[in-house]
T-cell receptor, first 114, second 115 residues
Framework: NAGVTQTPKFQVLKTGQSMTLQCAQD?????MYWYRQDPGMGLRLIYY???????DKGEVPNGYNVSRLNKREFSLRLESAAPSQTSVYFC?????????????FGPGTRLLVL | AQKITQTQPGMFVQEKEAVTLDCTYD???????LFWYKQPSSGEMIFLIY??????QNATEGRYSLNFQKARKSANLVISASQLGDSAMYFC????????????FGPGTRLSVLP
């Protein structure tokens, strides 16, 4: 039982390049999330998917797109990377959206945009 | 307005002593959950403990307990018998039933356990 997995672990991009961050969970969770973590700011929600087939914007969606490929997988795409997108990206999942549902996090992807 | 406030950017504690990490929150939703996560230097986010707004008793998980004072809107994490491995960032987070998709995180507290 791997929980939430993310690839890649590290990535360096040049400004303007594109890339996709992959996330998969094996806990049969319905809801999945993408966060970014910047120094001193905790985690901020980029996009989420309440259930398979649905996606919605979070607090900081600009410059990103997402795809809920199936129940297990939720990808995050940067179409034209900018230095401001240098961050650590976390994928998370939870069984549902109720307030008592714990979110479980992947190991994170460290992204550097030059 | 900040929904989650953690006023201690850094804390030190002697090994084997107890330590309290502060968290205050702001919500008008009567149904919400409060969570604490640990982030060691390796970077992963580890779930520690959960407290529901309707829970009558304070949550406990091993050496972790949550001092929940609903009227004061505080949810402080207490770590008993600190260990060197407890050195990490600790984040308080809230999830509201009316905004269930959104986990709101505080800025975190860096705990250093001294030998």
């Amino acid at each position: 039982n791997a929980g939430v997995t993310q690839t890649p672990k590290f990535q360096v991009l040049k400004t303007g390049q594109s890339m996709t961050l992959q996330c998969a969970q094996d806990m049969n969770h319905n809801s999945m999330y993408w966060y970014r973590q910047d120094p001193g700011m905790g985690l901020r929600l980029i996009y989420y998917s309440a259930s398979e087939g649905t996606t919605d914007k979070g607090e900081v969606p600009n410059g990103y797109n997402v795809s809920r490929l199936n129940k297990r997988e939720f990808s995050l795409r940067l179409e034209s990377a900018a230095p401001s997108q240098t961050s650590v990206y976390f994928c998370a999942s939870s069984e549902g959206e109720a307030s008592q549902e714990t979110q479980y996090f992947g190991p994170g992807t460290r992204l550097l945009v030059l | 307005a900040q929904k989650i406030t953690q006023t201690q950017p850094g804390m030190f504690v002697q090994e084997k002593e107890a330590v309290t990490l502060d968290c205050t929150y702001d919500t008008s939703d009567p149904s919400y959950g409060l969570f604490w996560y640990k982030q060691p230097s390796s970077g992963e986010m580890i779930f520690l403990i959960y407290q529901g707004s309707y829970d009558q008793q304070n949550a406990t998980e091993g050496r972790y307990s949550l001092n929940f004072q609903k009227a004061r809107k505080s949810a402080n994490l207490v770590i008993s018998a600190s260990q060197l491995g407890d050195s990490a960032m600790y984040f308080c987070a809230m999830r509201e039933d009316n905004y269930g998709q959104n986990f709101v995180f505080g800025p975190g507290t860096r705990l250093s356990v001294l030998p």
